[in-house]
């Protein structure tokens, strides 16, 4: 269906779509790399993707190509947007594309039935925009493919006792499964950029044990994670006080010993400490 388009190299080339560097842009133009992406999503054709930054449109092809039902593109560039055109056209009109910044759009809003989020993202935004998904409210996504550097994928996926380990694999891990698909090394892009990058993908876990509170959970996290190097009986000392809570007694009811360290404390045990409030 898109056979007749240009490469993305002569895309790139036509529309002289130099990399802003500002904007996070690394493209990556060898398609059996995004085809791989949006197979890690199938099935699609009951699926509406929002894609955010398509840039010159690799994976947006790959996700109209792997029979997406429609694609929303949210991309801030100007520049790429003629490049985009001509997809939606040759795709009969499944991309639809929306120019600004995906950080003000309201996803949910724009699309109607089951959503995935699939990109390739915006290293200088791409967190912020994960962590507003990840706490939306009501939630709205039934998955999520997403490329991030790779320190930040790991970070997403880490456990306890993993140096990686911390708030975003706490937050991660208390709404969604996060698995690790596959690495992809700075040299795909174009240009390259400093870091590996990694895809993760984010599946909602069922919603009766999916953990609610997020906005305490975060207190509770930055406590913790805040003074990494102490034990929990001397860092949560201001958060339990703050509550009102008796530090030991909360501890104990929570199933946490008070020399643990927040790197050894499990996603449920933080749940419980922020349950077990006495
Ligand atoms: N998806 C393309 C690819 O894989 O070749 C481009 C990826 S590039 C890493 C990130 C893209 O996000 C760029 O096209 C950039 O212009 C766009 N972008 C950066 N910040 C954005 C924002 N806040 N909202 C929407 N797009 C943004």
Known sequence: MLDNLPSLSETVRIHGLAANKKLGQHFLLDMNITDKIARLALPLDNVSVAEIGPGPGGLTRSLINAGAKSVLAIE????FLPA???????????????????????????????IKIIA?????????????????????????????????????VAGPGDPAYGRLAVLAQSVCDCKMAFDVPARCFSPPPKVD????????????????????????????????????????????????????????????EP???????????????????L
């Open 197 to 256: 990058s990694a895809v993760v993908v984010l599946d909602p876990l069922p919603e009766d044990q999916r953990f609610k509170d997020l906005k305490l959970l975060g207190e509770l996290t930055q406590a913790a994670f805040g003074q990494r190097r102490k034990m929990l009986r001397k860092s949560l000392k201001p958060f339990a006080k703050k509550h009102g809570l008796v530090l030991e007694d909360w501890l104990e009811n929570s199933g946490v």
């Open 76 to 79: 801030m560039d100007e520049r």
């Open 84 to 114: 985009l055109d001509d997809i939606s056209r040759a795709s009969g009109n499944r991309l639809s594309v929306h120019h600004g910044d995906a950080l003000k759009v309201n996803i949910s809003e724009k699309l109607e039935g089951e």
């Open 259 to 277: 020399t643990q360290r927040p790197e050894e404390i499990t996603p449920l045990q933080f749940h419980s400490l922020s349950e077990n409030f």
């Open 120 to 156: 390739n993202l915006p290293y200088n935004v791409g967190t912020k925009m994960l962590i507003n998904w990840l706490t939306a409210d009501p939630h709205f996504w039934t998955q999520a493919v997403l490329m991030f550097q790779k320190e930040v994928a790991e970070r997403l």
